[in-house]
RNA sequence: GCCGAUGUGGCGAAAUGGCAGACGCAACGGACUUAAAAUCCGUUGGGCUUAAACGGCCCGUGCCGGUUCGAGUCCGGCCAUCGGCACCA
């Protein structure tokens, strides 16, 4: 392979620059109580969320994100705000377990390597991260907060008057150990063999592990929850003033799914028990025809009459073998048993049927329902399936209208005594209200999202800061963190169920008798609340401090993390996580912000060249450092940001790549010549001469354009006006130093090394140009002049284009009209026909209609 | 089934209700060169008309309809693709 000729240095200006950058701390942010810190400067946050340090390094996906805010970050500093840019990692997780188990080489090691690549791999891309906020969840400095976080949590319950998390220590109650934010129960997990731990009902997709697609089981298991489902409420109503795609507002809105509605108590005929269901629907309380439970609801064993015991316990059996999977599935046909027992209906004292079916969940609700075949199709479909009564509804074929049940076409209900007449909402209200008067019931609000599943039986993650005295629970004293793991030997997964780090004898044993807890932390804790710490990363007395807490995140309007990019995939896991664990900080008066990040963009997909996702299975994988290599990282970043809009999903294209490279070229040849001897120095048609009035108008509008666009993140539009202007200045016969100076710096956000290398060989020969661009002020658009004297108006005929005439900018609306009419192609157009109209739109176009 | 996003040239894509296709890729033609690469200049949505050029005309933003002097853009109804949720009562 014969060497390609660069088309221009960048392999050369890039490491200069690069190593220039760190050596003068070009990007350290100043916090307030540091030296330098600027208190005229207002403070902007721009994130990335963090990567996973994968031994892999980094694929053309991360840095699209990345290019992103560092864009964003240069221009703002750039525009005189102090800019918090950090960067850090987030290496807790089961590659690096996985990794040990197989070669025996610890965690901390394979972190330590793979984090160095990834960092010098950021770091050829130019990006400027402050380096000396730089974090990582593995290490225990850091973790020890983590731990601290996670006490707080444990020392709090969710107060229902205030709707706030408050210290335990004001909850007036018998059984604090059952309010608490962070609790031990025995609940129906998902447990992963194959993995050998448990797993959050976000990590688990189709009934497979989230990593590595492994069958994923429902088990009863002693883990710890932490109450999020508390926080449900405001979690739904607070997103509404964030500034997030509407996607992922509904994604978690949908997640935690809140439904309004009523529990209704049934009793059952002949035991002293009732059957509470909820309804979303309790105004069909009247077409009730029969119940259903769970078949694991601990009130079948309890009805079921002794000669129907064998059919149910059969039933269930068949039950207990299912996987969630199986009993999901959408196709099958319904499948249930009867109890035997029956349960009065409360409305009309009507005896009915209660059964037990898998379509109805232990998990939601109450794990029973009320059937209402007239209302529901899933019921309609059980009732029919097993011949039980279906009420007619309104109009039904046959019936006449006083038979049937439900709502008129008029929508108001009949042969429901207590609600006929009223609408759906009216009637909603008023058998609640009934409900509630006679005992029978209440309003009540149920919700999809289950409480977070916070242990993992795994090695490589933060051990729980607790300790077990005599069968209960107990905090570590905070003196004790960081807890660290013990060494092992075996990382290995013990495949019962017990956590590995149970086979470090010395290090469980605590103190008389006291044992410590051996599960740990699923790898979501540490980036809960990572964004806080790149405030205050290297405070040892608090997780944040107060004043550069205030500062970075309370700073401004409305406050919080202004930019935070990244993928969708945390839409319903780390998104909702980290927003549960702020609000809790939040009430407990550590923050100054009720909600983290103010504004969300998330970054497409790149697809592979061949439109499929980029796969080893596919050979259409792009590694960035290949792309680096041969183009330079300053065409690497304006490709990524100008192959399409930042959110949408988009293929990959090398030549797309060489388009954007020839364009930066393009930009090095406007101020640089090869001499004699090949070497590239100062163009001589470099001049300190004014721009040309075309060269001005076109640079004016690049300033307006680039300006805006950066702020909507409409990168690809501001790459594509720099391109107009280049081209322009390249047809220009002296290229003025004043024009070329603004460009540089508007494109300085894009591509830092090349504008940075051809503004120091400027400033060398002009040292009015100014010492270093990092330095520069943006520049500012002058709106007189991009106006002109002369503009061309459009003239259409009933809206069609039928000529272009240039006018003097001050032209009048009847003049205007005057030249219109007074045009040849609009004559043809109108022909014979009657003009009834003419639209005026100054400075713009007229329009002529006929009729 | 429900929720959300997206449909524009050969391709990636642009267009505050006002010239559809900016910018880039690819393709084609030209300049430079012994030649190639690189670079520079030009053409390029489809069709019809014309010997050719100039010009002229028609059609065109997933489909059907509506609002408007004027719709890629707004409204209503469909279709397709992608993503999420899903016997959630």
Redesign the pocket.
């Known amino acids: 392979m014969n060497e390609r000729?660069k088309?221009y240095p960048f392999d050369q200006i890039e490491p200069k620059w690069q190593a220039a950058w760190d050596k003068d701390r070009s990007f350290h942010a100043p916090n307030p109580s540091e030296e330098n810190f600027d208190p005229a400067k207002p403070k902007y946050y721009v994130l990335d969320m963090f990567p996973y340090p994968s031994g892999a390094g980094l694929h053309v996906g991360h840095p699209e994100g990345y290019t992103a805010t560092d864009i964003v970050a240069r221009y703002k500093r750039l525009r005189g705000f102090n800019v918090l840019h950090p960067m850090g990692w987030d290496a807790f997780g089961l590659p690096a377990e996985q990794y040990a188990i197989k070669t025996g080489q610890h965690p901390v090691i394979t972190t330590r390597d793979n984090v160095a690549k990834f960092k010098s791999q950021l770091k050829r891309i130019g990006f400027s991260y402050d380096w000396e906020r730089e974090v990582n969840t593995t290490d225990p400095a850091y973790y020890k907060w983590t731990q601290w976080i996670f006490l707080q949590i444990y020392d709090s319950w969710f107060n229902p008057e205030t709707k706030t998390a408050e210290p335990i220590s004001n909850y007036q109650g018998a059984d604090p150990d059952g309010v608490r934010l962070a609790y031990v129960a025995e609940v129906p997990v998902n447990w992963c063999q194959e993995l050998g731990t448990v797993l959050a009902n976000e990590e688990v997709?189709?009934g497979k592990s989230e990593v590595g697609g492994f069958p994923v089981v429902r088990r009863p298991m002693r883990q710890w929850m932490l109450r999020i489902t508390a926080f449900a409420d405001r979690l739904v109503e607070e997103l509404e003033s964030l500034d997030w795609?509407?996607?992922i507002k509904?994604?978690q809105?949908?997640?935690i799914?809140r439904?309004e509605?009523a529990e209704i108590s049934f009793p059952v005929v002949g035991v002293d028990d009732n059957i509470t269901?909820?309804?979303?629907?309790p105004d069909t309380i009247y077409g009730a025809t029969y119940m259903v439970l769970?078949p694991e609801n601990p009130l079948v064993d309890q009805i079921t009459t002794e000669e129907q015991r064998k059919s149910i316990e059969s039933y269930r059996a068949g039950i207990a073998t299912k996987s969630d999977l199986e009993?999901?599935?959408?196709a099958?046909?319904?499948?249930g048993a009867f109890t035997g027992a029956s349960a009065t209906n409360p409305a009309n004292g009507e005896p009915i049927p209660i059964w037990i079916a898998?379509?109805?969940?232990?998990?939601?609700?109450?794990?029973?329902?009320?059937g209402?075949p007239a209302h529901?199709e899933?019921d309609l479909?059980f009732a029919r399936q097993f011949g039980l009564a279906v009420l007619p509804v309104v109009q039904a074929p046959g019936k006449t209208p006083e038979e049937s049940i439900g709502y008129t076409d008029v929508g108001v209900a009949i042969n429901s005594p207590l609600l006929n007449g009223l609408s759906r909402a009216e009637a909603t209200t008023r058998i609640i209200d009934w409900l509630e008067q006679n005992g029978h019931g209440r309003r009540d609000i149920?919700y999809?999202l289950r409480d977070w599943l916070f242990s993992r039986q795994r090695y490589w993650g933060e051990p729980f800061p607790v300790i077990w005295r005599n069968g209960k629970h107990e905090a570590l004293p905070e003196s004790e963190l960081p807890l660290e793991p013990p060494a092992l030997e075996d990382f290995k997964p013990t495949g019962t169920g017990e956590p590995p780090l149970a086979k470090a004898k010395d290090w469980i044993r605590y103190s008389d008798g006291a044992s410590r807890e051996t599960n740990t932390m699923p790898q979501w804790a540490g980036s809960c609340w990572y964004y806080l710490r790149f405030c205050d990363p290297r405070n040892d007395q608090r997780f944040v401090g107060e004043e550069p807490e205030r500062y970075w995140m309370g700073g401004g309007k409305p406050g919080g993390v202004d930019l935070y990019i990244g993928g969708?995939e945390h839409?319903?896991l780390h998104l909702l996580y980290a927003r549960f664990w702020h609000k809790v900080l939040f009430d407990l008066g550590y923050l100054s912000t009720p909600e983290p990040f103010q504004r969300l963009v998330n970054q497409g997909m790149i697809l592979g060249e061949d439109g499929r996702k980029m796969s080893k299975r596919w050979g259409n994988v792009i590694d960035p450092i290949d792309v680096i290599e041969i183009y330079g990282a300053d065409a690497f970043r304006c490709y990524e940001m100008?192959?399409?809009?930042l959110e949408?999903?988009?293929?990959w294209?090398m030549?797309?790549v060489?388009?954007?490279s020839?364009?930066l070229?393009?930009v090095w040849?406007l101020i640089m010549e090869e001499n004699q001897a090949g070497e590239w120095v100062l163009s001589g048609e470099v001049q300190e001469v004014e721009p040309r009035k075309s060269e001005l108008k076109v640079l004016h509008a690049t300033i307006k354009k680039v300006s805006g666009d950066i702020e909507t993140l409409?990168l690809?539009?501001a790459?594509?006006?720099m391109?107009?202007l280049v081209?322009a200045l390249?047809?220009a016969p002296a290229k003025s130093v004043s024009a070329l100076r603004s460009l540089l710096v508007l494109l300085n956000p894009f591509a830092p090394h090349l504008t940075s290398e051809l503004w120091q060989t400027l400033a060398e020969k002009f040292p009015g140009v100014g010492a270093s661009i990092t330095e520069q002020r943006w520049p500012e658009h002058d709106e007189r002049l991009l106006i002109e004297d002369e503009i061309?108006i459009?003239l259409?005929v009933?809206?069609?284009?039928?000529?272009?005439i240039t006018v003097a900018l001050d032209a009048t609306d009847a003049a205007l009209e005057a030249a219109a009419l007074a045009n040849k192609?609009v004559q043809?157009?109108v022909g014979g026909q009657t003009i009834r109209?003419v639209?005026v739109?100054p400075k713009?176009?007229v329009?002529v209609?006929t009729g």
């Open positions: 000729r088309p997709v189709d795609p509407e996607s509904a994604l809105k949908n997640w799914g439904s509605g269901v909820f309804t979303t629907r769970a009993r999901t599935d959408l099958k046909e319904k499948t898998d379509y109805v969940l232990m998990g939601y609700g109450t794990g029973a329902i009320m209402v529901d899933r479909e149920r999809k969708v839409a319903v100008f192959m399409g809009p949408q999903m988009k293929p294209s030549k797309g060489e388009g954007v020839r364009f070229a393009r040849r409409s690809n539009t790459i594509s006006q391109m107009i081209n390249t047809n061309e459009v259409q009933n809206g069609k284009l039928r000529d272009k192609k043809n157009a109209k639209v739109v713009k176009l329009n209609v």
